[in-house]
């Protein structure tokens, strides 16, 4: 599977941001699909992830309730809203497809086919 994550940008905090990930090649619908964000000077950390069937999400503490992750199965792509973002919430953004079908599997080696990545910065 091919990953292609697009949407990012220089904002200001407060305002909103939305990332999208398209995806080619081998079938993943039957598993959960996530984004990761890798700060600079830090590990790359887990954000959220979806199941195929939408109705089970996970989310980091640290963008609970500020974002929501969505997918669209028919056009093989997923999503990435957020909202009121803060400048900690600067990092490189990568979308990734789960090894698993449940997207409460939150480290990055439960993850396969990975995206190339799209930057996010937010000044003060």
């Known amino acids: 599977v091919q990953l292609q994550a697009s949407g990012g940008g220089l904002v200001q905090a407060g305002d909103s941001l939305r990332l999208s990930c398209a995806a080619s090649g081998s079938t993943f619908n039957p598993f959960a699909m996530g984004w990761f964000r890798q700060p600079p000077g830090k590990e790359r950390e887990f954000v959220a992830a979806i199941s195929r069937g939408f109705q089970n999400t996970n989310y980091a503490n640290s963008v609970k309730g500020r974002s929501t992750i969505s997918r669209d199965n028919a056009k093989n792509a997923q999503y990435l809203q957020m909202t009121n973002l803060k400048p900690e919430d600067t990092a490189i953004y990568y979308c990734?497809?789960?090894?698993?079908?449940?997207?409460?599997?939150?480290?990055?080696?439960?993850?396969?086919?990975w995206g190339q990545g799209t930057q996010v910065t937010v000044s003060s």
């Open positions: 990734a497809v789960s090894k698993c079908t449940s997207p409460y599997y939150e480290s990055a080696g439960d993850f396969v086919s």
